[in-house]
Nanobody, 120 residues
Framework: QVQLVESGGGLVQPGGSLRLSCVAS????????IGWFRQAPGKEREGISC????????YYEHSVKGRFTISRDNAKNTAYLQMNGLNADDTATYFC?????????????WGHGTQVTVSS
């Protein structure tokens, strides 16, 4: 059974940091790219970062570049999203997803999400 489980969300003050984790099971983690997506209330889901399988190439959406860092530990079947310099616009539910390619339009597997709230 394929599972992606996110954790690490919570309430943080503006300027603060959080590290999200995505633990995968039920598929060959090494063969899949891992993407992070977010959806704020009333807005469409957006892709914010991805790390490919193989060479571990990373990609970032413009609004998070320089503040967020994606990484993966294949030995632990886990991907991470380090988020620094958080602001109110980062408030959203964050999802991880897996697909053979970061360029895929529709990722194969999805987690249920973890809530991030940035507020003073």
């Amino acid at each position: 059974q394929v599972q992606l489980v996110e954790s690490g969300g919570g309430l943080v003050q503006p300027g603060g940091s959080l590290r999200l984790s995505c633990v995968a099971s039920g598929f060959t983690f090494d063969d899949y790219a891992i993407g992070w997506f977010r959806q704020a209330p009333g807005k469409e889901r957006e892709g914010i970062s991805c790390i490919s399988s193989g060479d571990g190439a990373t990609y970032y959406e413009h609004s998070v570049k320089g503040r967020f860092t994606i990484s993966r530990d294949n030995a632990k079947n886990t991907a991470y999203l380090q988020m620094n310099g958080l602001n109110a616009d980062d408030t959203a539910t964050y999802f991880c997803a897996a697909d053979p390619s970061c360029s895929s339009r529709y990722f194969d597997y999805w987690g249920h999400g973890t809530q991030v709230t940035v507020s003073s």
